[in-house]
């Protein structure tokens, strides 16, 4: 068991970086998303990018806090 624990914190300690990568990602799509949302032609349409697109990195970030 503690191999397994040593192997998995060497893990997460691994993918922290990508995660970070990731979630900047997810910020610059949502800058450049807001010229689209501003040029839409229904709210509805503007409404359901910007969800999408701010609900993306909150869902990284909740996969990426397991403790």
């Not at 503690?2 to 990568?21: D, E, G, H, N, Q």
């Not at 997810?26 to 609900?55: C, K, P, Q, W, Y």
């Amino acid at each position: 068991m503690k191999y397994f624990t040593i192997i998995v914190a060497i893990t997460i300690k691994f993918m922290l970086p990508l995660v970070i990568i990731a979630l900047l990602m997810e910020i610059a799509r949502v800058i450049l998303d807001l010229r689209a949302v501003f040029g839409s032609r229904s709210n509805a349409t503007a409404f359901d990018m910007m969800v999408t697109n701010i609900l993306s990195p909150s869902i990284i970030i909740e996969l990426s806090n397991y403790h």
